[in-house]
């Protein structure tokens, strides 16, 4: 229980450092959202929640690059495109939800004065803010991939003779044997 107790412990603080680097940036992004909301509608006759979309693509924006070079810097590069487009898809889809919920309470209740356009607004990015975490975290800013063994490419690309037995490395975490001995082997007492 002491290596998997403390592997827990390391995936909790892990998580813990995760949420609140994601919650920095997020923070920051719903300034940013909540400052561009109150300055399109104020200066503009911008309909409200046509400003508060106008609001939720700048703090997209600025929270990718957040999300990219802070929180998740240390996440899988590869796959940028890949990366890009499926931000966009699930900042789009956290886009309706957010907006969703301005629009029922400005069109469905008329609730649509400042301090309630401010208050649905933000329990609209709260909201959305929760699909946005998961959906980044699971699909977008991916782990890098484990150090798989490239012993047996290394080989193929040297030229060793096919059958050769290769040896790979275990998984991390995982003590190796001592070259040449079975598992029945390390049983074994030594003579």
């Known amino acids: 229980m002491g290596e998997r107790g403390g592997a827990l412990r390391g995936q909790l603080h892990q998580l813990v450092r995760e949420v609140a680097k994601f919650g920095a940036v997020g923070g920051l992004g719903v300034l940013v959202n909540l400052a561009v909301f109150n300055l399109v509608r104020q200066t503009t006759e911008i309909p409200v929640v046509r400003a508060s979309i106008i609001a939720t693509v700048v703090a997209i924006a600025f929270n990718y690059v957040g999300f990219r070079y802070f929180t998740y810097r240390d996440r899988d590069k590869t796959g940028r495109t890949r990366e890009l487009s499926l931000f966009l898809l699930f900042s789009v889809i956290g886009l309706v939800i957010e907006n969703g919920i301005l ?16 208050f649905f607004k933000f329990f609209g990015i709260g909201v959305a803010t929760m699909f946005r975490f998961w959906s980044y975290r699971t699909w977008v800013f991916r782990h890098q991939p484990e150090p798989v063994a490239v012993a047996v490419a290394t080989e193929a690309a040297a030229g060793a003779p096919a059958g050769a037995e290769t040896v790979q490395a275990p998984p991390p975490g995982v003590r190796s044997a001592a070259p040449g001995r079975s598992s029945a082997d390390r049983l074994a007492p030594r003579r």
């Open 103 to 118: 629009y029922a309470a400005t069109y469905g209740f008329d609730w649509d004065g400042p301090l309630q356009s401010n």
